[in-house]
């Protein structure tokens, strides 16, 4: 099965894919889109064509999303859910089941701490994909994203998540 991650964001959107095959994981590709534009229409509308031409160049069988939470600034938290948006809309367009994930479960499912830093999904994304070279800390946490959910599929029904 191969999974496509996505860590939204309006400036920086990562992306992350990879590959599961029974217990084996590896990693596929990643990297993060700008988002350019003065407009938040025109940055929505860039980001939607590069990830949708990434899904169209990977084939990914299913997405996975982190979810977001409000916080302090609702203005940003609005925005952030524009982003969001797309990173919904993009795989459903192309037919993809699409999963969301809490923060914490990722951090908790990839690093085993649900407050786990940046520095520390880096590192585990790095031990459990040998030779996977994040390009960038939002392209880590997409890369997490994607383990995540390669890791709750897998659960049988009834298991603890």
């Known amino acids: ?8 964001g309006l400036r920086r959107f990562g992306w992350g894919v990879v590959e599961g095959d029974g217990t ?9 889109c700008e ?12 980001l939607h064509a590069l990830l949708t031409a ?14 977001t939470f409000v916080n ?3 203005a940003a938290s609005l925005k952030l859910g524009q982003a969001r948006g797309v990173a919904l809309l993009v795989p459903a367009q192309a037919g ?31 031990m459990q994909l040998p030779g996977a070279k994040p390009a960038g800390p939002d ?4 890369l997490a994203i994607a383990l995540c959910h390669l890791v709750h599929v897998r659960l049988p029904v009834g298991v603890p998540r």
Do not use: F
């Not at 990914?60 to 979810?67: F, G, H, L, N, Y």
């Not at 392209?139 to 997409?142: E, I, K, L, Q, Y």
């Open 1 to 8: 099965m191969r999974v496509l991650g996505i860590d939204p």
């Open 24 to 32: 084996r994981v590896s990693h596929v590709a990643n990297g993060v």
């Open 35 to 46: 988002g350019s534009g003065d407009t938040l229409a025109e940055r929505l509308a860039v």
């Open 54 to 67: 990434i899904v169209a160049e990977h084939a990914p069988d299913q997405a996975a999303v982190e979810q």
């Open 72 to 74: 302090r600034d609702p």
């Open 96 to 126: 993809l089941p699409v999963a969301e994930y809490a923060p914490n479960t990722i951090k908790k499912t990839v690093v085993g701490v649900g407050h786990a830093d940046k520095r520390q999904i880096d590192h585990m994304v790095r």
């Open 139 to 142: 392209a880590a946490d997409a």
